[in-house]
């Protein structure tokens, strides 16, 4: 009885902790506000608008400093940052998933750096264009096999940036931040589209391993020969294209096992190749072919990686396994945790909006231990809970853990518009292009 109740006080002490930090640290004007505003999305999971949100007991103050929370509030972000950057294990190797994502905005003319975006869809087609913002997550995968993605670092990305180049620098941040003062050890796996020269070669000197799946209709090339002292010396090697059996060389490293999730994975990797438009960026080679027993076989899996020394392939495939977690985590977001629900009219506003769930979803990382199951009639009860069931049972927490923000004060009523003032609208911004290197 009293190991059980040390296991629950552990994670509640954590957590207030966190919250606390939280609260003196992340934020700045605004600082209850805002606080209460990510409390709230933890309590109300059936609100239909932002001012919905304000509904929940646990904000005690009024809709409109909801909005001003948003329009109006400061956020200290490195600061957050890095006490998320606190939370990670320092047990093993860490795996950080590297992705992007979408926020529609269709009807909006007032947001700045607006692009045409795909929007996957069920027609024929398969994508539709929006207008929309894109972000880009650099988040960490605690567990394989589980949909718990913690966020590390949300920017925003403009049209007139590369997307690769931003994601370079995400990752050099979060290096500092997190093998700079503890030594941790980590991999970064990423899906096609940072499967490029420009992603591994800026970070072949940065202290992490990086794993990245490739297009299954890539060409690459082996070192180059020995200078023969006739003519212009070689850049490239033997030719291996991935749909050409005949050009592929003998593998330098082959393993065979029985993985728990996916059967039996045979793999086999290339070292030091490197593609055509830049010799001078050496990467190894894996390819990954499992066998399971399904009606249609899964695809083979093209990965590139680099700074793995003292790994085996078993162990560079799994980290790419972990990444998965990253995709069902962007939709919990959004369905769940209400992060495109709002429709701002400035696009820092969205920033600051993200910022604010990313903190409503670490809260219930800390929490999950903690929370006792409450599953519907038509599901199965849950040893480790997904972050839709700690969501479920969360409020029940509020009552141990209290709130670090200042009682209400009643400021009396505000004068409201002045009469014969005018209105100004907004300004309205056009779509940008893209830029092609993204």
């Known amino acids: 009885m009293e190991n059980q109740t040390a296991s629950?006080?552990?994670p509640l002490n954590k957590?207030?902790?966190f919250r606390q930090l939280l609260y003196q640290k992340g934020f700045g004007y605004y600082r209850d506000a805002q606080f209460e505003l990510v409390d709230a999305l933890l309590c109300n999971q059936a609100a239909r608008s932002f001012a919905e949100l304000t509904l929940t007991?646990?904000?005690r103050r009024r809709w409109c400093s909801a909005y001003a929370a948003v329009e109006r509030g400061t956020q200290r972000n490195n600061q957050v940052r890095r006490l998320f950057a606190q939370q990670v294990s320092n047990n093993g190797v860490q795996v950080l998933a590297l992705d992007t994502t979408i926020w529609p905005h269709p009807g909006a003319r007032t947001l700045a750096e607006l692009a045409h975006e795909y929007q996957t869809t069920k027609?024929?087609?398969?994508?539709?264009f929006v207008r929309a913002h894109r972000y880009s997550l650099l988040d960490w995968i605690p567990e394989r096999g589980q949909s718990w993605a913690l966020p590390l670092d949300s920017r925003r990305l403009a049209p007139t940036m590369a997307t690769v180049q931003l994601a370079v620098d995400q990752v050099r941040a979060v290096c500092r931040r997190l093998v700079g003062q503890t030594g941790r050890k980590l991999a970064i796996?990423?899906?096609?589209?940072?499967g490029t020269h420009r992603f591994l070669g800026p970070l072949q000197d940065e202290p992490c391993a990086v794993v990245v799946r490739l297009r299954r209709d890539r060409v690459l090339y082996g070192r180059s020969p020995p200078y023969s002292g006739l003519g212009r010396p070689r850049k490239h090697g033997q030719r291996l294209a991935f749909k050409e059996l005949e050009t592929w060389p003998m593998p330098n490293a082959e393993m065979h096992f029985v993985d728990e999730r996916w059967g039996q994975v045979h793999l086999r990797a290339w070292f030091d190749v490197h593609a055509r438009e830049d010799y001078g960026t050496e990467f190894n080679l894996m390819l990954a072919e499992v066998r399971l027993e399904r009606r249609r076989r899964p695809q083979p899996l093209w990965l590139a990686y680099q700074g793995a020394a003292g790994f085996t392939l078993a162990d560079i495939w799994r980290w790419f396994d972990h990444r998965w977690a990253i995709e069902p985590s962007f939709r919990f977001r959004k369905q769940r945790l209400h992060w495109t629900l709002p429709a701002w009219q400035q696009?820092?506003?969205?920033?600051?909006?993200?910022?604010?769930?990313?903190?409503?979803?670490?809260?219930?990382?800390?929490?999950?231990?903690?929370i006792q199951d409450e599953p519907l009639p038509w599901h199965k009860p849950q040893e480790k809970l997904t972050p839709g069931r700690a969501l479920r049972g969360f409020a029940l927490l509020f009552a141990q853990i209290d709130t670090p923000t200042c009682p209400v004060k009643s400021r009396g009523k505000?004068?409201?518009?002045?009469t014969g003032q005018q209105r100004r609208a907004p300004p309205r911004y056009s779509l940008v292009k893209r830029c092609r290197k993204s």
């Open 57 to 59: 007991p646990l904000h």
């Open 189 to 194: 796996a990423a899906d096609t589209r940072y």
């Open 8 to 10: 629950q006080s552990y």
């Open 414 to 418: 505000p004068p409201g518009w002045k």
């Open 15 to 17: 957590l207030k902790a």
């Open 347 to 370: 696009s820092e506003r969205c920033d600051r909006w993200t910022l604010l769930v990313d903190m409503a979803y670490w809260q219930l990382f800390l929490a999950r231990t903690a």
């Open 123 to 128: 027609s024929k087609r398969g994508h539709i």
